[in-house]
């Protein structure tokens, strides 16, 4: 199933699956680690929101892709849509090469969050639901 054209355009879709036997949170784990493009919740009511890649997250990879371009003066085409730098087309090659940066810099953010102690994650989840209050009073 395509969600978007564009793959940083966050989307919601809307799935009830009352009539299917996704009703543990062992199972909606399951369907997550199935699906990690998507961001997926269960709400009480039986619905299924997937989600599709936060826009950030996506514009961050594009843009960590894209400091891996040649210089302007190039032959390569640099130009910029409203949030990251549109690519060229790529070989296989290179379309691995960029992919293994991504996940060896992803593998690096998972091993600097796994050295962190209890304390430590601790705090910066009580930072993040600091800023998300603020966040969540700002738009009121």
């Not at 929101?49 to 040649?70: D, G, W």
């Not at 639901?129 to 603020?134: A, H």
Request: hydrophobic share 30%.
């Amino acid at each position: 199933m395509t969600i978007a054209k564009d793959p940083c355009q966050s989307q919601q879709l809307l799935i009830d699956i009352s009539n299917t036997t996704l009703h543990s949170a062992e199972q909606l784990e399951r369907l997550q680690n199935d699906n990690p493009n998507l961001h997926i919740e269960l709400m009480e009511d039986g619905k299924l929101i997937a989600i599709s890649p936060n826009r950030s997250e996506c514009v961050e990879t594009a843009t960590a892709a894209a400091e891996a371009l040649p210089p302007a003066n190039s032959s390569v085409d640099d130009s910029i849509s409203s949030s990251a730098y549109q690519l060229p087309e790529l070989t296989p090659e290179e379309t691995a090469r960029r992919l293994a940066m991504v996940e060896r810099r992803i593998e690096r953010e998972r091993q600097e969050w796994d050295s962190f102690t209890p304390e430590q994650k601790a705090e910066h989840d009580r930072q993040f639901e600091e800023l998300y209050e603020s966040l969540a009073e700002s738009r009121r």
